[in-house]
DNA sequence: CCCTGTGTACTTGTATACAACTTTATCGTT
DNA sequence: AACGATAAAGTTGTATACAAGTACACAGGG
């Protein structure tokens, strides 16, 4: 039914991808930048019209949105849940939750090889700052705390991770956009923060660790609000 | 292929369900049981076999499944994952962190009407003990904890619990049999570590409610890792 | 006017069919 | 005997078909 406008989602992060990954990604794009409108109906053989495939697909990109709470499965339909400035809020609560604990399981690592992982991470991102790759920027972004989860080496932070990771990944995507376009001042400091990340790691003083991370997610929601705050 | 054998999933507890929860409910209880050990393979093909269906609903329990991280979906065939001593601790890391989460945003809010929902849920624990409903018991141990986090009014948190509840359910049912196989005084034991739980909650200082948590959590892993040592 | 019964259109849940791909086994060649 | 090509069986991903159930409009009786 909807006109919902399929949208600009990274082909290359798509690559290998099933049809339902393919629509569960488009959909969650469309939800994270509100094009889907909370409160707004999908219909699985809506969407299967829409994107011109069978209703398999769709149903399991509907499941996948509802494992990730951005939908709700009813009798009729689903509908849309959506993110608002609040919801947004949460999720940077939970990736705080997550992160702190992975962190701190990692100060009690011999943590020379996740370090330097992390540091490549970085170097790779302010060459993609510099080339102004927004997609690249995004995804290092996000790998630099996957990188975290997935080395604190606990399956239900893992798993815990990995019910949330795409929507991560999408929100990020969608406020690069906007930090790229508010000039390379944010963009440096958005590295900057994630440099202070790593430097406190590696001190590897807990208390130092839990309130290095507290900030920087307290940060990047305050810095993400103001730009999300109209959208 | 393999003999994997229907089981006893209580059926009341699969009242509306579609044929797909009800695949993932058996085949959970299979793996938390260790009748489905890790590393086993596991084919749409063979378990709609097994069960009967198509593979429609056997592909949506092995989604689910995979969601909940008991099982690897793999280019062919899922394999179980599986859930060891080491992974029934992290379980019970997550949940304490996720419950510790949730009652400090209690501690916060109006608790009147969550206290008294929960005292009643005791009474009926009480109840249940008596009459030595296990499954009852399992389900109101279970609904009490829920009721904690859904309480905390938190969309993500909400969504993390929903991750995990499942499980979390399939787990209490298999602990609470070996809980009443161990005679009144660990039946009561229980109760009272709930109660203890919902006294410092009542009392909202943060502090103590983080600590009491804490060692609920810590206490419910030791007497759980007593009894599954074995298994 | 309101209430009720019915029919219609639309929804999901499940089964079946087919295509593309991967793995394994078989057979021929060296 | 060892190795490689090829055929065969099994796997998932997707499309289609069907059945059961639900919401909704609409007409008819109170």
Known sequence: M????RMLYPSSWLRGASLGEA???ELRLGIVTGKLK???????NGIAADFGTS?????EALRTLSGEGLIRLERMGAVVVGLG???V????DVRCLIESFAQERLSRMDREPILARLERILDRMELAAKHKDIEEFALLDFTFHETIVEEANHSRIRQLWRSIRQLVLTVMLVTTEDVFGEGEARVAAVIGK???LLDSLRSGDETEVREQVRTYFADSFATLDHTLGRA
């Open 23 to 25: 629509i569960s990604c």
């Open 38 to 44: 909370p409160g707004e109906k999908l219909s699985e």
């Open 55 to 59: 209703r398999s697909p769709v149903r």
């Open 85 to 87: 400035a609040e919801e």
């Open 194 to 196: 994630h440099r202070a």
């Open 89 to 92: 809020r949460e999720l940077y």
């Open 2 to 5: 909807s006109g919902a406008t």
